[in-house]
């Protein structure tokens, strides 16, 4: 009886676990559970490769270091500046939205659900080969960045006009009633409120905007993804190329993913 | 307080609330709307607040013509202390931020004298430990009172109160009605819409009885309460007072 009951305590959450009093044989129990899957997660990668039969060859690869650090860097670039870009475009967009202008308000709804419902793979390739030659943009990276931001900023402005809409029309109404003017409404009482709610989501959107980078790689900008193919094509090293490739991606998703988690707990705490 | 009211009709669409409704009422201290949900007087509380424009009519409240844009009902408004039913206070400032927002942006005061004025309004109504509290830790009858406590930080000409104990728990009604009832005396005009009819009866120098789209009756508390013979009144008193005798 005792044994079964122990078992049952390694491996089953009791009903009042609480994640905020950590003790000390929580602790030891979770890190007993966290090195049973990362045995069996290895088991299960260690037979796929054994059925691939596949030999490493990690020198060839450390020979392109420099590109790959260099990749990296660039997609860090990318998707910084297309952050800042994105979020001026989603707070433009977000609020064009409750614009009294019919065609702002009209613009804007177009844009986000052409944006939203087709392929960044389409829209690179379109606004690439399309646009930018049309309007003479000859530098692929301000493009890249472009692309990116006008993609991002689709989804902010989303984001913005959701968090706009959730301060509930009782606090517009009241901040009418004290004297504010609108422009004073929205600098003191909505923007205030809309940063802390949207920053969990929009940091979420700064993780997608990281990976989503990588499709870049198709019109030449040597970003990331680029490089890992690059150096895969020189040396035949297919999985030496890919796999620091999806550490490099997990290297800068895992610190937002974590980010995120604690402004999420942070908001709820608030309301 | 001084009321002229000619004519006054509001439309919401195709629905008409208030139907060409006159009232001249003049010395006035405190003007008491009760009436059927639905009948129109939170609307009327609304035009007398400056937040809603009137479709035709007339209106002087004191010295202030009401129009019909919004820049000279904004211009109106910062005369008047308004209180809702509830959520009155901005969520993401303190009860003293919340005082100061409006006396620093909308009045012109600085910030130190601004939140001087405000920390001796909370010290005066006993509210001063809350100060630095965001609303989420404040009762309702806590959040409230600083609410009623911003309205009177600037010096309005009058305050009105829409059913500002409705949405509070019954235990907090009282602290909330004590807080208006110190204003009254010492001086402070209200025009109140309320279902706490023993206050209205007490507090009351005037009571307008608004359904279906208009003053049904009107007259001094013992006017309405005690001796009317409209049938909407009575039928309406025995419904709300039928569980407090």
């Known amino acids: ?271 | 307080m001084r009321l002229n009211i000619l004519d006054m009709t509001k439309e919401f669409g195709n629905h008409r609330v208030l139907d060409s409704v006159s009232l001249y009422l003049e010395d006035v201290r405190s003007l008491v709307l009760i009436g059927p949900s639905g009948g129109g007087k939170t609307t009327f509380l609304r035009i007398l607040a400056g937040l809603e424009p009137i479709t035709s009519g007339e209106i002087m409240v004191n010295d202030h013509r009401l129009s019909c844009s919004e820049e000279k009902l904004l211009e109106y408004r910062k005369h008047i202390g308004m209180v809702y039913q509830a959520y009155n206070l901005f969520p993401h400032l303190s009860a003293l931020e919340n005082i100061i927002l409006p006396l620093t942006r909308v009045h012109g005061m600085t910030k130190r004298d601004a939140e001087d004025h405000a920390r001796s309004l909370l010290k005066r109504f006993h509210l001063e430990e809350h100060a630095a509290k965001r609303p989420v830790a404040l009762s309702g009858g806590q959040q409230q009172r600083i609410a009623i406590c911003r309205a009177v930080a600037i010096k309005p000409e009058f305050l009105l109160l829409d059913e500002p104990t409705s949405a509070l728990d019954p235990e907090y009604t009282s602290e909330v009605l004590d807080l208006i009832r110190e204003l009254h005396e010492e001086g402070m005009d209200l025009i109140l819409v309320t279902h706490e009819m023993g206050f209205a009866h007490s507090a009351a120098d005037y009571v307008l009885f608004i359904s279906d789209g208009g003053i049904s009756a009107q007259g001094s508390p013992a006017e309405i309460f005690e001796q009317s013979e409209n049938h909407r009144v009575s039928r309406f008193l025995d419904k709300v007072l039928k569980y407090t005798k």
């Open chain 1, 1 to 271: 009886m005792s044994e079964k009951n122990s078992l049952q305590a390694l491996f089953l959450r009791p009903k009042n676990w609480q994640m905020d009093s950590v003790k000390k044989e929580n602790v030891w129990i979770l890190s007993v559970n966290v090195l049973l899957v990362g045995i069996l997660l290895s088991a299960l990668m260690w037979f796929g490769f054994s059925r691939l039969q596949y030999v490493f060859m990690w020198e060839h690869v450390w020979y392109y270091r420099i590109n790959m650090i260099n990749g990296f860097l660039m997609t860090i670039v990318i998707s910084i500046s297309s952050l800042g870009l994105s979020v001026l475009l989603g707070i433009f967009f977000g609020l064009a939205q409750r614009s009294r202008i019919h065609m702002l308000r009209i613009f804007s709804r177009i844009y986000i659900e052409a944006i939203r419902g087709t392929p960044l793979l389409v829209q690179i390739l379109i606004f690439f080969y399309v646009i930018a030659n049309a309007l003479g943009l000859n530098n692929r990276y301000v493009a890249g960045i472009l692309i990116m931001s006008i993609f991002s900023g689709a989804y902010l402005a989303e984001i913005i006009r959701a968090g706009v809409e959730s301060i509930g029309s009782t606090q517009i109404e009241t901040a009418r009633a004290i004297g504010l003017t609108k422009r004073q409404t929205y600098r003191f009482v909505v923007f205030p409120q809309v940063i802390t709610r949207v920053l969990p989501p929009l940091a979420g959107q700064f993780a997608s905007l990281i990976k989503d980078s990588s499709l870049l790689s198709i019109i030449a900008i040597k970003e990331f993804t680029l490089a890992a193919r690059e150096v895969n094509a020189n040396t035949f090293s297919t999985l030496e190329s890919y796999i620091p490739l999806a550490i490099g991606y997990l290297l800068l998703t895992l610190p937002i993913s974590y980010l995120t988690g604690r402004l999420e707990r942070r908001y709820r705490y608030e309301t």
